[in-house]
């Protein structure tokens, strides 16, 4: 099989890191941005550099990005496979401020589409662009607007590209729920424990974890999934599709 290049922000850590790890053990070459410099170094001593890069760099900054594109096509000429996984949260409306507000978009959507532009002219015929979006982006907790509004605003972008990139390369999106990243973080020996009514409240009878969100990564950068653009699959266990209304399941609903 052919070696693929692929591209992964945020891969060091959480469900990036689980899709970095994947990538790899295909076979494949596996480039990560991340700004979490220790956990990028430890990826380094973990993998053969022969088919893994890191490059410590905060892709909320447009030189940055600049830097990463150009370091990266000195030694390979095309890319395959683009995981845009970065994105954190800094709160909503009563802990937000304007400038987090604009990082946290910076960082779930203005990278993507930047990343995405300086790449056009390197993506192989039929590459893959994988967007990792979140079930935030159809339901909220409160004060979370910062984190729903970037993984709406990567959903849209998501459409849009792939019209423009039509016979180039296929993008879609995936949007997780709730994934347990733990065993992919710096815990050592995590182990997970959830209630039984944490559990409950996924119909698939547990709560995700990421290799659930890299398993579709593979398939969507596969040849499998050739007839597949534009889309967003959600990945949460069937958990935003039970509905719960007052006096159900035990549950009731408090007014604060």
């Known amino acids: 099989m052919k070696r693929r290049v692929c591209i992964v922000t945020g891969g060091a850590n959480g469900i990036g890191r ?25 990826l380094e001593s973990k993998f053969n550099k022969e088919r893994f890069y890191f490059f410590a ?105 792939s019209v423009t990139l039509a016979g180039k390369a296929r993008v879609n999106a995936i949007s997780p729920g709730w994934i347990d990243t733990g065993t992919y973080q710096k815990e050592e020996d995590y182990k997970p424990n959830h209630s039984e009514e944490d559990i409950s409240q996924h119909p698939a009878g547990r709560i995700g974890n990421p290799d659930d969100i890299a398993q579709m990564v593979l398939f969507l950068c596969s040849e499998k999934a050739s007839f597949i653009t534009g889309q967003n699959f959600t990945v949460d266990g069937g958990m935003t599709k039970q509905m719960i209304y007052h006096g159900d399941c035990g549950w009731s609903y408090e007014p604060s």
């Open 18 to 42: 689980c899709i970095t790890e994947r990538l790899w053990e295909k076979g494949d070459f596996v480039a990560v941005i991340d700004r979490d410099i220790e956990a990028g170094k430890r």
């Open 57 to 161: 760099g905060d892709i909320t900054e447009k030189t940055v990005i600049e830097e990463f594109v150009e370091e990266l096509v000195k030694f390979h000429s095309h890319v395959d496979i683009l995981v845009n996984n970065a994105c954190i949260g800094k709160g909503g409306l009563n802990h937000c401020s304007y400038e987090e507000f604009n990082y946290v978009l910076r960082l779930g959507i203005s990278a993507p589409f930047y990343l995405t532009k300086l790449l056009m002219p390197y993506f192989n015929q039929g590459a893959s662009i994988v967007n990792i979006a979140s079930t935030r982006a159809f339901m909220s907790q409160a004060d979370t607007e910062s984190y729903t509004a970037a993984k709406g605003g990567i959903l849209s972008l998501t459409h849009g590209m």
